[in-house]
């Protein structure tokens, strides 16, 4: 599994914490296969793996039991490992080439109305530097739609035009960029809204100094912790849960959540799919036509409840 491991992350480019998922995927498969006396990838029989399917989503792995999306998950984890082991000639022929997982019915991503969004982010005071971090923080997942991992490891050079923060001088008066690194490190390059810049250069200019103590030697994270070092997404994650509660929002809400409230209210707003596919950093449109189906259901509802003859 080592070398399958490696592979992913020298030939493929895997995020390290794609490759993390992938190890404890991997390692749940491995402990199925020694309960059951299989100690070498030549022994290994459809049965199997279709037997580790089954015992995920009931748990009689020994594991928490998984909904199907998980155990799709886990088991594309493991048809990888095999076709592996395949072309490397580890294994004469691929045991999970025919075994799939039951297909999941669509779920829509959740969104948050305009409004409630709006009343979250104003929920934040910005009178601390702590303040000014997690209005700049929120504002930011919501203004340009990064994946929290993505926006924890930004540094400050990542973001380009921001006015008063660059050397001291202003920036050219265009609108402000930044450089997202997704999965596989694959880079683009995402404007930056008004709410979010102001945000950001209020937070670099009079909270971030603060908060680093002027060292010179502190971190060059974008968004930094009360000691000076990277913010965590563990951390960043419970800026957002004590958010939401000011807010009064009883919907559960994750760093996720903003990214689908971007994607949603660009395309409400008429914004091509496309657009927001790069926006996202979508590998495929596929993806990104999921939140079409959510605009769909909001002109739905809306119809219903507005026309005369709705019903």
């Known amino acids: 599994m080592r070398r399958h491991l490696d592979h992913l992350a020298v030939e493929r480019g895997l995020a390290a914490n794609t490759l993390a998922a992938y190890r404890r995927d991997l390692e749940r498969y491995r402990a199925w296969l020694d309960a059951h006396g299989i100690s070498e990838p030549r022994a290994v029989e459809p049965g199997h793996v279709s037997g580790f ?133 694959k880079e683009r390059v995402v404007p930056v809204g008004s709410y979010a810049s102001e945000a950001l250069e209020a937070w670099l200019v009079r909270g971030r100094p603060a908060m680093v103590g002027g060292a010179t030697a502190s971190s060059p994270a974008l968004f930094v912790n009360r000691r000076g070092g990277r913010l965590s997404r563990q951390s960043a994650w419970a800026v957002l849960k004590r958010a939401a509660e000011r807010a009064g929002i009883d919907a559960e809400v994750s760093p996720h959540t903003l990214r689908h409230c971007f994607a949603t209210h660009l395309l409400a707003g008429g914004a091509d799919v496309r657009v927001v596919q790069e926006l996202l950093g979508h590998a495929s449109v596929t993806t990104t036509q999921v939140y079409t189906l959510v605009t769909v259901e909001s002109l739905r509802e809306v119809y219903a409840t507005a026309h005369p003859r709705a019903r």
Request: glycine letters at 14%; aromatic letters at 4%; zero cysteines.
């Open 53 to 185: 399917l089954q015992a995920l989503g009931s748990g009689a792995d020994g594991g928490r039991p998984l909904a199907v999306r998980s155990a799709a998950r886990v088991l594309a984890a493991v048809r990888g490992l095999h076709r592996f082991w395949a072309l490397e000639g580890i294994t004469e022929s691929d045991p999970a080439r025919d075994v799939h997982p039951p297909r999941p019915g669509a779920r829509l991503p959740k969104a948050l109305p305009v409004e409630q969004v709006t009343a979250l982010l104003e929920s934040v005071s910005v009178d601390t530097p702590a303040g000014l971090r997690d209005r700049a923080l929120l504002e930011f997942l919501y203004g340009t739609g990064a994946r929290i991992s993505e926006v924890v490891g930004l540094d400050v050079d990542d973001v380009v035009g921001l006015r008063g923060v660059e050397d001291g001088e202003d920036g050219d008066g265009g609108q402000p960029v930044v450089r997202l690194f997704g999965k596989g490190s």
